[in-house]
């Protein structure tokens, strides 16, 4: 099984929430809103740029607006391997963290 | 700076849409009072005529109500008499382009366009908010902190490839 890291997992899953429209500064803003953890632009685009060497994400170009200095946006979409990964992901830590004993663990 | 011609000034003030969507105003009507303005208009700074003008057509064309949403929008600051004061600023201005070339220079060529006009789009709406001089130390900021994160990737393609030719010439016996 791949493994993902976790802002892997959390572009991944803001790709989903997103859908259609994730993009860059979509992405970023909605991992920031739910995490409380802001990663930088780099570090999104890094991590894109493997899931899609992967065949985990596809993207598609938008159209060039002017507060973006003509630039275009790039939407990114989850494909089918990126689903069946991701599921696999999450599962793992689910079934790592089900049955555990937070108050008799938990150092005095 | 050279002075601007009034034809310059109406077309940019028609060309502000945010006080286009703000103001309720039919755009013939909107066209006559940018005309009043700009005929009668005495420019003696020429580096703020544009904003004294915008100030001018805030406080003459707006309702208090709309005055007050358009402080948030326009290059002015709202002050404690209900006025309009210039804030210079809080001009738009374009993102510093060292920093942009820097991303270039780091950024995958594929996600690089994509990666800088974000970056941009965050500039346009922290000039609005902080001003254009914060608005481009943020830019520096992420870009700066983008570069970490950009150049590992790049070490690590690198030395993927190393490994990829280094063992095709071993297999190769060269």
């Known amino acids: 099984m791949e493994q993902l890291t976790t802002l892997e997992q959390h572009v991944l899953l803001a790709i989903l929430g997103l859908h259609p ?14 995490t409380g953890r802001e990663p930088s632009i780099g570090s999104v685009y890094t991590s894109l740029d493997r899931l899609e060497e992967k065949g985990f994400v596809a993207s598609r170009q938008g159209e060039p607006t002017a507060t973006r200095g003509g630039k275009r946006k790039l939407y990114f979409t989850i494909t089918a391997p990126g689903q069946h990964t991701l599921r696999q992901s999450l599962q793992a830590i689910g079934s790592l963290s089900r049955g555990l004993r937070w108050k008799e663990a938990a150092a005095t | 700076m ?53 100030v001018r057509l805030v406080e003459e064309v707006l309702t208090d109500v709309s005055r007050a949403r358009l402080a948030a929008v326009s290059h002015a600051r709202l002050a404690a008499d209900g006025r309009f004061v210039p804030w210079p600023s809080r001009k738009r201005r374009g993102p510093p382009k060292y920093a942009e070339l820097l991303l270039t220079a780091f950024a995958s060529t594929r996600h690089a366009e994509a990666m800088i006009g974000d970056l941009n789009e965050r500039h346009a709406d922290w000039c609005k908010r902080f001003g254009g001089r914060w608005a481009d130390r943020l830019y520096w900021v992420r870009a700066v902190q983008s570069i970490g994160p950009l150049l590992w990737r790049s070490v690590v393609k690198a030395l993927k490839w190393a490994v990829v030719i280094s063992t095709v010439r071993r297999f190769l016996g060269l």
């Open chain 1, 21 to 34: 429209n994730g993009y860059g500064v979509a992405i970023q803003d909605h991992i920031r809103d739910r």
């Open chain 2, 2 to 54: 050279s002075k601007p011609t009034k034809q310059q000034i109406a077309i940019d003030l028609l060309e502000w849409d945010e006080i286009l969507r703000e103001v309720s105003l039919r755009d013939s009507e909107f066209a006559e009072r940018v005309k009043a303005l700009t005929d009668r208009s005495e420019i003696t700074r020429p580096g703020d005529a544009l904003t004294d003008l915008r």
